[in-house]
């Protein structure tokens, strides 16, 4: 776009430069550094896995001859022997190579292409508009070479969303976690943040839930990592089934572990999640003969307080949360402990 603004002006007030050769050196300078830049950001915006090498390959022989093209003409004033044609067939394989890679990152699921798909048909069209009006076949008697300007004007916005629609689902993969497709730690993390402050302020409470999936480790050394993978992806199906309202957040903590924050949630309240949990996982009947239950269980450790009164942190809200998982697991597993948390507090606090 600086390119773009750089040609706008050189064409507008060239004549105060007081050279045409300085004028045309500017207009060359400026154009080539457009088909450069537009050319450089489709093909990093764009997340093309197929076709990558092969698009590169037919791009960039075409951008340098459009490139070497342009400073001919405008320094050396040479002239292609088509004259425009020429100039014309070379902007328009660019512009088809251009969009034929938004074409092969659409079909590869990369969903923000659609608004660079949409943006070249603007720009498409303004070129194209322009160019039949030079040649006197479109409205000869109407001067239509704006129509260039705002084409590329609605390809930049159109181009922005696109960006702003990338970062949006950049954003939304950093905040999952890669092999469950959960909320990952980070997310965790940063959910447990509000939702402390936001009961600290009301006087409301907050539960939290860690969760652990029974003999992981022994299932994992019998049956392979792959095993486990596919383990904890349908486990964290059922742990993300048991969240009911928009504002619970159900995540991957670590490992085999999982972990839920439920805002304004009293103490009954979260261990009732907590069974939500533990029967979901129970229903998918992931088979596991050596277990004891000879199906995939869960461990269910549960906490809540009310932080403007019991005078805890996160950190030690989630060590309870921690412990009462360790007590589940040492009382047979399979089951939901709800840690008396309020109750310990106030002992260490009268300590």
Request: some cysteine; proline content about 3%; hydrophobic content about 50%.
């Amino acid at each position: 776009m600086f390119s773009l603004v750089g040609l706008t002006l050189i064409e507008t007030r060239g004549g105060a430069m007081h050279s045409a050769k300085a004028t045309h050196l500017g207009e060359a300078v400026t154009l080539a550094l457009y088909y450069i830049a537009l050319t450089g950001f489709c093909r990093s915006f764009l997340s093309v896995n197929r076709w990558r090498r092969q698009l590169d390959a037919l791009t960039l022989p075409v951008l340098a001859a459009l490139v070497a093209l342009t400073f001919a003409e405008k320094v050396g004033g040479w002239r292609a022997p088509g004259g425009d044609a020429f100039d014309e067939l070379l902007q328009a394989a660019l512009l088809v190579l251009l969009v034929a890679r938004g074409i092969a990152a659409r079909q590869q699921g990369f969903s923000p292409s659609r608004f660079y798909l949409v943006a070249f048909a603007f720009a498409a069209a303004g070129i194209l508009i322009n160019d039949l009006n030079l040649h006197g076949i479109l409205l000869p008697h109407w001067n239509l070479t704006r129509a260039f300007d705002a084409g590329i004007a609605l390809e930049a916005l159109l181009f922005a969303l696109a960006l702003a629609d990338r970062n949006r689902a950049l954003s939304a993969l950093i905040s999952l976690d890669g092999l469950t497709g959960i909320a990952n730690r980070r997310s965790f993390d940063g959910a447990l943040a509000r939702a402390w402050d936001r009961s600290r302020r009301s006087h409301s409470a907050i539960g939290v839930l860690m969760i652990d999936v029974d003999h992981f480790k022994r299932y994992n050394d019998t049956h392979g990592h792959q095993a486990g993978d596919e383990i904890l992806r349908r486990v964290a199906q059922g742990v993300q089934a048991a969240v009911l309202r928009p504002d619970d957040v159900a995540a991957r903590y670590g490992g085999e572990e999982f972990a839920i924050v439920l805002p304004l949630a009293e103490g009954e309240a979260s261990r009732v999640v907590g069974e939500r949990v533990r029967h979901n996982v129970r229903a998918l009947a992931i088979p596991y003969p050596e277990a004891p239950t000879g199906i995939i269980t869960v461990s269910v450790g549960v906490a809540s307080t009310r932080p403007a009164e019991s005078g805890v942190g996160p950190a030690e809200l989630l060590a309870s949360a921690d412990q009462a998982l360790y007590q589940a697991k040492r009382e047979g597993r399979d089951k939901v402990v709800l840690a008396p948390l309020e109750r310990s507090t106030q002992d260490a606090i009268v300590r």
